[in-house]
């Protein structure tokens, strides 16, 4: 299982929780498992978010891998100027 | 409207041209001759990058029409350096990293060079004073000052 | 895809001040900017804008435009397809309204002439059948229920219920429990903070040239910050094939993000292919101030809790973004970057985008964050007042650092805050005696830096000199550190290696010109080519030695056989290996795509001491430093470059740069006149230090360094204002009158 933390917004599509745990491998399990275990979540991860693994954020990459002791942090997509 | 010839001398070389009476010098450097180094950023003679001389004055083109150009002796960036070898303050330009995205370079070049004809030797203040109607959004303006003072003391040979 | 982890080397091409390559170009007047190209048999296409800030469209008659002689087209926003996606709805729209105009300046159709003055001349024959609606330009007005709705139907579904249909977004970062925090704290301190729209002032107002030809194939020549991603937009909103449409990136005048999206660019290929001719539109100053560009204009409310040791307990931010006339989702990174200097056990930051009837705001150079670390930095030197102490020993107090969680949720790896803030605290400048009536102020900023799609070929030419191509318009020197990072990897001289911008047809797709990405994205892609094309020629060598690939090592810009072979053969160089390359298997390349991550933070602090006229309230900037961390500077006098420019950038927006809007809702000021950027004599020399804490994630160290630098002059300049007249502001600009507003006069 992976924790994931979730950004402040995120929580009531989410049972009221900043983090919660999924089985995922990857990125991309871990973006599919959120969105089935909350849907409340799958507009968001439609919109397009950012992960950060152990403190380094990544805008796409599915198949980045992901320990059991691995940070998760789910982040807005981001842009820049 | 009916269009105008004018005879003029640019960079040296004599130039006739048409153009409509209320075409600017900008446009018919640009449009009609070629001459694309000079840049339109404002049309309202506030951000400097149309900067030519004309009869050894520094204008923005984009003020002056081009029948003002009648008789007259203009030079443009395109007539700065001589054949391929670079004007000291375009090679310090260059050196000095005085130049990021370059838009307002030509005018910037322009307007240092009537400077220098003027004031071989200025402070920093009159620099900067001489350039502050020629907008720079890149640099910050301080790569640009060092070089000019790099150039104007390469040209009176210190 | 894993890290390519930093190593530490000693470099020889990397560092070095070299010339860049467009340099005489730019010198002498040749380059070609957005404006500079021509096309046989080009009309000349320009834009009408709405003069009301808020209007239903009931009809537009293009009829006596049509006919008028010399005219050959007219578009509207009915000649565009209805379009599902939100987003290139928006874009789209934007570009040419629809239904309703929402903005002074949106543009309403379009003709395409002869000649500019037969443009002209139609533009006022096209007759708009407006109906004036209220309209609502000030984001705090906008927020408020009753407001006058800018778009319906926009709201996600995270706003909370009973709010105006203005509020698009709602966004809430932190942990902790601030409440808990401020009761420890020994004061608190809550202030109010507003900040004007900016423009990002590029002086190369927008251009492009458009040829559509009757077999459905495009060219499209514009100044942007990516040729790919307007191919993307403008495919979309043409209903064109990506692959029929070549957008070539001319030299670039500027952008700081407000070149990062399409408005004429969609115009230009639409009327082109109604007129079957080729089409150019260039922007006037006025229409660049009107349609494109700004930034956000914003609200907020900062609270900080402290102890009077100067450890803060607690910190809250409220932050309201107004974008315009369109959803946008800065007031996310603003949220998020808030607070990332600081190392808080309680902290929320929550962010509401609202739409008010001005331009889509575009990015500009750290997009969001330079407003809310404003209010931040702000309010931390207000306590730093308070209780006496010194303003850059509560930062390292307070200071985020390895292994702080930061206030948007990652815990970070190695950055250089720290490092950045101790090198500030010994510069002579922070203890240079100031005479009466000046003051100084410090702040620090952030950025996240981004990196992204890149994609690189790396030629090989038969005399030993290298051609590196790559799909990143050149902002302010790109092609140069590019060549660098190419050269050292090879180890040849910088010299024999050539960068060019390729256009969308020659190269695979790159993200966009921003997030600070190109240094370090598109340089790793390059040492990953380089890297590459070693491998073939190590492997071509080993060919003529008759060794094994695996026994060549390439060292100093050669093969050199290794191991058991070591010394059996001479070094083959590079131009020796690309001499017989012909004979050897056919011609060296080597190239590399990669979506890149790993980018690293970016942490400034600035110290600026300037002195405030109590007559006429016009502050001057006495002397400004520059502290950045910068991973590893490429070539530093362009990592400067940035540093300086950004700062003057921000000096800008702290003291005059504001969008003016009348109660009529128009823009007041669309010229450099009245829109006041910073020119050479309002500024001292911008000192710069650059710190080198390398970032992990890139094998050279490289972070990006673009954007940084416009965060901390906001409220450095506010803070030593404080310190000069006693009056601290809280609205930006801080113009003259304000100041003197400030001051009681």
């Known amino acids: 299982m992976v924790k994931v933390r979730l950004w402040g917004s995120l929580r009531q599509a989410a049972d009221g929780r900043t983090e919660v745990e999924v089985e995922a491998r990857t990125f991309k399990e871990l973006l599919d498992r959120l969105g089935e275990t909350y849907p409340g979540l799958a507009p968001q991860i439609a919109r397009g978010v950012s992960l950060s693994l152990d403190g380094v954020i990544y805008r796409e990459a599915w198949f980045t891998e992901i320990g059991p002791e691995s940070e998760v942090v789910l982040m807005p997509y981001m842009t820049g100027g | 409207m009916k269009s105008i010839p004018v005879s003029t001398t640019i960079n040296g070389d004599a130039c006739e041209f048409l153009c409509a009476p209320d075409e600017t010098l900008l446009d018919a450097l640009r449009n009609r001759l070629g001459l694309t180094g000079a840049k339109e950023g404002c049309g309202t003679g506030d951000c400097g990058a149309c900067s030519v001389t004309l009869n050894g004055r520094l204008v923005c083109s984009c003020l002056v029409l081009g029948v003002e150009a009648e008789g007259a002796e203009i030079t443009t960036i395109e007539g700065m350096a001589d054949g391929d070898e670079l004007h000291p303050l375009q090679r310090h330009f260059i050196d000095h990293a005085a130049l990021q995205c370059g838009v307002c370079t030509p005018g910037i070049l322009v307007a240092a060079k009537a400077l220098l004809e003027k004031n071989p030797e200025p402070s920093d203040e009159e620099v900067r004073y001489w350039l502050a109607g020629n907008l720079c959004r890149c640099t910050g303006y301080d790569k640009i000052i060092r070089a000019v003072q790099a150039a104007a003391a390469e040209m009176r040979g210190a | ?745």
């Open chain 3, 1 to 745: 895809m894993s890290l390519d982890e930093y190593r530490k080397r000693e470099f020889k091409q990397v560092g070095q001040r070299v010339r860049r390559p467009d340099g005489v170009d730019k010198v002498t007047g040749r380059a070609m900017y957005g404006a500079d190209a021509t096309a046989p048999g080009m009309l000349v296409g320009r834009i009408l804008r709405s003069p009301h800030a808020h209007a239903r469209i009931r009809g537009i008659d293009t009829s006596a435009a049509e006919a008028l002689k010399g005219v050959k087209a007219v578009l509207t926003g009915a000649d565009l397809p209805a379009q599902e996606d939100d987003f290139i709805r928006d874009v789209q729209d934007n570009c040419m309204a629809r239904d309703k105009a929402l903005y002074d300046g949106h543009a309403v159709a379009a003709v395409a002439a002869v000649d500019a003055a037969t443009a002209r001349a139609a533009l006022k024959l096209i007759k708009v059948d407006y109906e004036v609606l209220p309209h609502v330009t000030d984001v705090d007005v906008a927020i408020k229920p009753g407001a006058p709705v800018v778009q319906k139907g926009r709201s996600l579904e995270n706003v909370p219920a009973g709010m105006s249909e203005n509020v698009t977004s709602h966004c809430e970062f932190g942990h902790g429990d601030p409440a808990a925090g401020f009761a420890r704290a020994d004061h608190v301190v809550e202030r109010h903070f507003r900040t004007a729209a900016t423009h990002q002032g590029y002086i190369e107002p927008h251009a492009a040239l458009a040829s559509v030809t009757s077999d459905g194939k495009a060219e499209l020549w514009c100044c942007t910050q990516g040729q790919f991603f307007v191919r993307t937009l403008c495919a979309a909103i043409m209903g064109m094939e990506a692959s029929q449409l070549r957008v070539t990136a001319s030299e670039i005048g500027g952008g700081f993000g407000g070149k990062t999206t399409v408005f004429i660019e969609p115009v230009a290929l639409a009327l082109s292919r109604k007129a079957g001719r080729p089409v150019k539109i260039v922007m006037t100053r006025d229409e660049v101030f009107r349609a494109t560009g700004p930034t956000v204009h914003t609200s907020t409310d900062v609270k900080i809790g402290m102890t009077k040791d100067g450890r803060i307990t607690a910190a809250e931010a409220h932050l309201r973004y107004s974008g315009g006339a369109f959803p946008c989702g800065t007031v996310d990174m603003g949220a998020q970057a808030a607070f990332a200097a600081y190392d808080l056990e309680h902290v929320r930051t929550y962010g509401w985008n609202v739409l008010t009837n001005r331009p889509k705001e575009a990015a500009y150079r750290a997009p969001g964050a330079p407003q809310s670390i404003y209010a931040v930095e702000s309010v931390v030197d207000e306590l730093c007042q308070h209780f006496g102490l010194d303003p850059i020993d509560v930062r390292l107090k307070n200071a985020a650092r390895k292994g702080t969680k930061s206030s948007y949720g990652p815990t970070f790896p190695d950055i250089g805050l720290i490092a950045t803030l101790e090198a500030a605290k010994k510069h002579p400048h922070y203890s240079a005696p100031l005479q009466p009536g000046q003051g100084r102020g410090i702040s620090c900023g952030f950025w996240f830096n981004f990196g992204g799609n890149s994609c690189v070929s790396l030629n090989i030419n038969t005399d030993g000199t290298v051609g590196v191509t790559e799909g990143n318009p050149d902002i302010g020197g790109s092609r140069a550190s590019i060549s660098l990072m190419a050269a050292e990897e090879l180890g040849i001289e910088y010299d024999r290696v050539r960068t060019i911008v390729a256009d969308t047809s020659s190269l695979g797709y790159n993200d966009v010109t921003d997030g600070s990405r190109v240094t370090f994205a598109v340089g790793l892609a390059t040492i990953k080519a380089a890297r590459e094309a070693v491998r073939v020629m190590c492997g071509r060598a080993a060919k003529i030695w008759g060794i094994d690939a695996e026994a060549v090592e390439w060292k100093d810009g050669a093969a050199v056989p290794a191991g058991p072979n070591a010394g059996k053969f001479p070094p083959m160089s590079l131009a020796e290996i690309a001499a017989v390359s012909f004979e050897t298997g056919g011609p060296i390349a080597g190239h590399h795509e990669v979506n890149v991550d790993g980018a690293g933070v970016s942490f400034g602090v600035h110290i600026v001491d300037v002195e405030v006229d109590k007559e006429t309230g016009q502050t001057t900037v006495l002397r400004y430093t520059v502290f950045q961390d910068a991973g590893k500077a490429v070539h530093p006098s362009y990592v400067e470059g940035q540093m300086q420019g950004g700062a003057v950038q921000g000096i800008g927006w702290a003291l005059n740069e504001e969008y003016i809007y009348g109660a009529d809702g128009r823009l007041q000021n669309p010229g450099f006149l009245d829109y006041r950027v910073p020119v050479a004599s309002d500024l001292p020399m911008i000192d710069t230090v650059i710190l080198e804490i390398p970032n992990p994630g890139h094998p050279y160290g490289v972070r990006g360094v673009g954007e940084t630098g416009i965060v901390p002059p906001l409220a450095a300049i506010s803070n030593a204002v404080s310190r000069s007249a006693g009056i601290r502001l809280s609205e930006l600009p801080m113009s003259p009158p304000r100041v003197l507003k400030a001051l009681g006069g």
